[in-house]
């Protein structure tokens, strides 16, 4: 029998579709997904983020108008991740498939910036007026963990303060959307206005929350085999744990 944790790890998606409107994040679900954040693990126990909960119509509203548009460079390694049919997924076992994205996304020809389709990529709007409650999760440049001059171990415990989130969500029935859009300069800076976000303060990512309007569409998920990334012992020696775990 699988173990509830490990299923709710793997049930954890992202909610692409529209949340139900009717529906809002109660105040004791949010208090729990930010419970959930207050115990990820940092550095030093140093908690080097903080939490802008955005959920007055107007803030939202006003975030929503900030052009957004998708860089080339995101659409063409995109592209290069992507499957456009179920098998060669399957057999790939990383990526996702085309169709999950929007269509344009997926067309060279938004690629271009004079093309008429580059009106269509813009979708923070969409993402963000979809929503009741949307979380920031700010990095505090103040605060470096010892001994990491670039900070790699301040900006792991960050994906850290994220799983957790995500989990307790999963676990709540509340969907879930990463926006990483929110960390790219000319989004961050204008947002950062809006919500009179200190200077050494940085966006690391934003979530939209609420209750999926829909019910999860049955789609192909794929992950590596573990056998596939697994090493034992020395790099490249691979099936010698499994076997040795078997006999």
Known sequence: MMPQILKIIRDRHSTRGPFDPARPVTHSQLKLILEAAQWAPTPNNMQNFEIVVVDEKERLEAIGKIPADMSEAYLRENYEQISFNEAELRIKKTGMLASTFPPVWTNPEAWNPDSDYRSQITFLGRSVLETKLLLIVLYDRNRRAPGSETDSLGHMSLG???????LMSEYLGIGMHVLTVFGDSPVEQ???????????????????????ADSPSNYVR??????????????????????????
């Open 190 to 212: 204008q947002v950062q206005h809006f919500l009179q976000v200190p200077a050494h303060m940085k966006i690391a990512f934003a979530c939209a929350l609420g209750v999926p």
């Open 160 to 166: 850290c303060v994220m799983e957790n989130m995500w």
């Open 222 to 247: 794929v992950r590596r085999d573990i056998e596939d990334f697994v090493h034992h012992n020395q790099y490249g020696r691979k099936d010698v744990l499994w076997e040795a775990r078997q006999s």
